[in-house]
């Protein structure tokens, strides 16, 4: 018998052998299928069926990378109800990081061998337009091949409202300005409900869908996130999914896809739980399934905890973001994680599960094999 008739026989028992045989042969799988395996699937099936699909897109690898993330300001007026790390306009504990000092984080971690920076922030209406300009130029000028992965949708539909120019003069200027790719956040989770409740101050589903097209058509890549295990619903998490699949449909112009497990310490939602490590395992293994059309699933260890980040790895992802070095947003929320891993910490992670550690770069060009 071999492994895959050991797999279709295990999942006739649970009876989700028709959608097994669609995995093995690589047939789409529907919303509805979707839903079926995240409420009803058994966790070891569901990890062996995700390991199918990993298996066929990347092998025994697992990607990393040596990045800094860089939070500039934590200043923010849309209050959403999830997040710990943002202070109004006036409060107590807001900071802006300057350009100048920026440039010294990033020159003061270069020996680390860093390869791209991760820069976000708050939604602070007072910067100007050339404030975003000026962060990406400064990293550009003390680290010219330093990757920029800067701004995610929400902060790019606040530059189009300030900078009076039309959306794509405004991505072009960040272009010019040394910025290579986008990052993921901001999605939350694609549902009006879910919107209404928790950020309605915030860019709703359709228009992160649209900023993160205009992106793609500006010819920047970027990543996309899902934050999940507060008050949305499993349908929600799938209906996501699909979302985010028509999109790279169209577009291609994701590289990866984030689910980001929610930690409730220090927010407006600090009575709910927070996702187990299972559920985790499940979200992380019906994404990897569901998202045919992406080639890597990432694990955030910061998130996740470097342990369960560690058996995703068994459960379809297959990248461990990264070295991150300075982590603020979900330590604020309670993360009791450490702010960075080294390198070792990393390849040992990946080693002890039984994959190949490759040090990428920002477009998952394999650098080092380790
Ligand atoms: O956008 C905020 C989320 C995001 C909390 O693109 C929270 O490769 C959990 O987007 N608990 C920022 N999550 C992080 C992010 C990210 C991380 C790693 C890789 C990439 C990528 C992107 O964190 C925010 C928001 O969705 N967040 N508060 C919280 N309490």
Known sequence: MTSLDWLLDRAAAADVDDIAE????????????????????????????????????????????????????????????????DRLPGEAGGYVLEPAE??????????????????????????????????????????????VKAFTAVEIAQMIKISKLSPEETLLALREAGLDSCPGGGAEILSERVHKELYPLK????????????????????????????????AERVAHMVQLRELQDETGGFLAFVPLAFHPDNTELSQLPGPTGVEDLRTIAVARL??????????????????????????GADDLDGTVIHE??????????????????????????GRRPAERDSHYRVLREW
């Open 22 to 85: 669609k995995i093995c042969v690589g047939t789409r799988l529907s919303y509805e299928e979707g839903l079926r395996l995240i409420e009803h699937c058994d966790l070891t099936l569901l990890g062996w069926l995700a390991t199918v699909v990993r298996q066929r897109k990347v092998g025994d690898y697992v990607f990393f990378n040596r990045n800094l993330r860089i939070d500039y300001t934590n200043i923010c007026n849309k209050r959403c109800l999830f997040c710990a790390f």
């Open 102 to 147: 920026i440039q010294r984080l990033v020159l003061e971690h270069l020996s680390h061998g860093i390869t791209e920076v991760h820069m976000v922030g708050g939604i602070n209406p007072r910067l100007p337009f050339r404030y975003y300009l000026d962060t990406v130029r400064a990293i550009k000028e003390v680290a010219p091949n330093i990757h």
């Open 203 to 234: 860019i709703g589903p359709q228009q992160w869908l649209e900023i993160q097209r205009l992106i793609h058509r500006s010819g920047l890549r970027s990543t996309a996130t899902m934050l999940y295990g507060h008050i949305e619903t499993r």
């Open 290 to 315: 569901m998202l045919d059309n992406f080639d890597h699933i990432k694990a955030y260890w910061v998130m996740l905890t470097p342990k369960v980040a560690q058996v995703s790895l068994a459960f």
């Open 328 to 353: 603020t947003i979900v330590h604020e929320a309670g993360a009791k994680t450490p702010q960075g891993l080294s390198v070792e910490q990393l390849v040992h992670l990946i080693r002890g599960a």
